[in-house]
């Protein structure tokens, strides 16, 4: 149970706000943004609020997506993860609305976004955050936004097209704009989102890799026929499983093996243990059709080296050097490097590369920590970055052990680290047009750690 929910800007202006039972005061969302762009901890100049706080006996709670930040309050002793979930739920049936996810899509469309909070949530309670059930209910008619007037919404941003960007009457018009005379246009997407998370030994060898993944497919098909997904032959579920039911068989040469997985509930299952094809009639809004788990052992997209060397007696030099493990024919965007440095670091100059384009160094002193920033990332591409510190006081015993790990964060588009791919998606039912299928890949760093 909630008592107010509310979205801001990154500015901390007010876009969205429903108050449901009146028990919180007024003024909760300026209390909520000071403490969250002002957060301190332990004495500490920058510090990032966590999830959940507390404030003269109300709970705050919040998620940032898309730039947004989504917001509840009580004062009940309510479920941190359930309001979590909450707040992540009706982020996403706002998209499914709204097409776009931003804050002139909020502005502009706000009437349809009351429209749809007060079928979500009633007097602070859950009614439903299904997007096919609210259909019946939400009349409004959406608002298109400028794709100019649009800012990037993470991975899957990086494939969008096209002139404009159309929100969904509904959730049945595409984020595409349509065809020439009004024709609408009809396609599919399936997007394979992987999470990747790697540990690697100071002599660079993997201590733990780990992938997190999921197919997320949003369509916009006339009459919603039965589509069919098919995936590797050599997919194999569990340790050796092949089985999805009884996890018996034997892996072959180059197979998948995913730990465990699961399926959205429109997903049968009549076909996967022959042939890996998925059968689904895709319900309305953006769904994941698949989620998996994979702990074998995969080439990690990235290899980091890292020493620390001592300079003097109040100096000390760091290299780090990050190499591109993938084709030349894939970029890595936003990647950014970080390692926290001994406390008592007063100084860091920092040398890049000749020529280097697109790569920034900075020493946050607040933190102690040390930020390389790197545009791109052409694949086989090697980068190296040297920065001299300057310390306060003498260090006792290996400085390495005083620094690091070092922390790596990337998205690297129609990349695919487990090898789990879409070979054909198929329409079951002939259509009279020709739609577009558009299969996608992205990559992100979960955890990637190398230690010193």
């Known amino acids: 149970m909630i008592s107010q929910f509310f979205v801001l800007s990154q500015r901390g202006d007010n876009i969205v706000f429903r108050d449901y039972r009146g028990e919180v005061q007024k003024g909760s969302t300026e209390v909520f943004f000071r403490k969250v762009k002002f957060w301190k901890e332990d004495g500490q100049e920058e510090a990032q609020a966590p999830p959940v706080f507390n404030v003269d006996g109300v709970n705050y709670f919040h998620v940032k997506v898309a730039g947004l930040l989504f917001a509840a309050t009580t004062r009940v002793n309510a479920s941190p993860s359930l309001v979590l979930e909450l707040l992540q739920r009706v982020a996403r049936v706002i998209k499914d609305y709204l097409g776009v996810l931003s804050e002139d899509s909020l502005r502009k469309n706000f009437v349809l976004v009351y429209e749809l909070l007060d079928e979500v949530i009633d007097f602070g309670f859950v009614q439903t955050t299904s997007t096919e059930m609210l259909k019946s209910y939400i009349f409004n008619e959406p608002i298109p936004v400028e794709s100019s007037r649009v800012p990037p919404l993470g991975p899957a941003a990086i494939f969008m097209q096209g002139n404009k960007r159309m929100p969904g009457t509904a959730v049945t018009k595409s984020v595409i704009a349509n065809e020439p005379a009004g024709k609408k246009r009809e ?236 070979k054909y998606l198929q329409i079951a039912k002939k259509p009279t047009y020709n739609p577009y299928r558009w299969v996608r890949y992205v990559t992100q760093a979960n955890s990637y750690v190398a230690r010193l």
Not at 379 to 394: I, N, P, V
């Open 187 to 422: 396609e599919i997407f399936v997007d394979i989102i992987e999470k990747i998370s790697v540990t690697f030994s100071s002599s660079g060898y993997i201590l733990t890799s780990e992938i997190d993944g999921t197919i997320q497919m949003k369509s916009y098909l006339t009459g919603n026929p039965e589509i069919r997904v098919a995936l590797n032959e050599e997919l194999n579920i569990g340790r050796g499983g092949r089985s999805v039911y009884d996890y018996r068989s034997s892996t072959g040469s180059g197979a998948v093996i995913l730990d465990d997985c699961n399926f959205h509930e429109s997903v049968r299952l009549d076909s996967f243990d022959l042939n890996r094809t998925l059968t689904l009639v895709p319900p309305d809004g953006e769904f994941p059709v698949m989620n998996y788990r994979m702990t074998q052992e995969f080439r990690p997209p990235f290899r980091i080296n890292a020493l620390v060397e001592e300079a003097g007696t109040l100096k000390a030099e760091v290299i780090i050097k990050v190499i591109a493990e993938y084709s030349s024919s894939i970029t890595a965007n936003t990647v950014m490097v970080q390692m926290p440095l001994p406390k008592y670091t007063t100084r860091a100059t920092f040398e890049l590369e000749s020529g280097a384009v697109g790569q920034n160094a900075d020493f946050r002193e607040a933190s102690k920590k040390l930020e390389w920033s790197l545009k791109k990332i052409a694949g086989g591409a090697e980068h190296t970055l040297r920065a001299k510190l300057t310390f306060s006081q003498e260090y006792h015993g290996n400085i390495s052990k005083e620094s690091g790990p070092v922390n790596m964060t990337f998205t690297i588009p129609m990349y695919n680290a487990s090898g789990l791919q879409v």
